[in-house]
């Protein structure tokens, strides 16, 4: 695996450090049309096809009628926006999840637990619940595929978030603080 990729995930899983404290979901969005899986006008097994989009089949439903990506479909694919950190670290938490299953990865990762754990106390934005239930979806598998005996070291640093977590009003943080504990603790 490319020292590349995992220069990328440690660069990623830091990205949580420059989050602002005004995170908003849905801001930024763009009207402009985003680019998504259109085929290539010369790829031949998309020539002289049928073509069809998830809206093609149902009347256009965007106001005006002539907008860029007006159409019926739901997913509403003219809309973009530059991701936020916080959102980047999230998906870092779930490569760095398939990674471990790696095995030439495994000694790479281990020291980026550490970056993880730091993840965990970063609460100054208003989606950190969010990036909590994501790492404490997958802190499980990761500490069975980095084995027991090796995370050991790393487990004290995630009790204080863990604990957050557990006393959270969102349902599904604690769920996934719930579950973590249970698996992480007790196995």
């Known amino acids: 695996l490319s020292n590349d990729v995992l220069a990328k995930l440690s660069e990623l899983l830091d990205a949580v450090n420059e989050q602002q404290d005004d995170s908003a979901l849905y801001s930024d969005l763009s009207k402009k049309p985003a680019v998504f899986g259109v085929a290539m006008a010369d790829d031949p097994a998309h020539t002289d096809q049928v073509m069809y989009s998830c809206g093609s089949l149902a009347p256009k439903m965007g106001r005006g009628g002539k907008a860029p990506g007006a159409g019926g479909c739901s997913a509403s694919h003219h809309f973009k926006r530059p991701s936020q950190p916080w959102e980047r670290t999230d998906g870092a938490i779930m490569l760095f999840m398939e990674l471990s299953d790696v095995q030439e990865t495994k000694s790479e990762l281990l020291p980026m637990l550490q970056k993880l754990s730091s993840a965990t106390r970063k609460r100054n934005f208003e989606h950190h619940k969010h990036l909590l239930e994501t790492i404490y ?51």
């Open 137 to 187: 979806k997958c802190l499980p598998m990761i500490f069975r595929r980095l084995t027991k005996n090796k995370v050991k070291p790393f487990i004290n640093d995630f009790f204080d978030a863990l604990f957050y977590g557990l006393k959270s009003d969102m349902n599904l943080l604690k769920a996934a603080s719930v579950e973590c504990s249970n698996l992480c603790l007790y196995s």
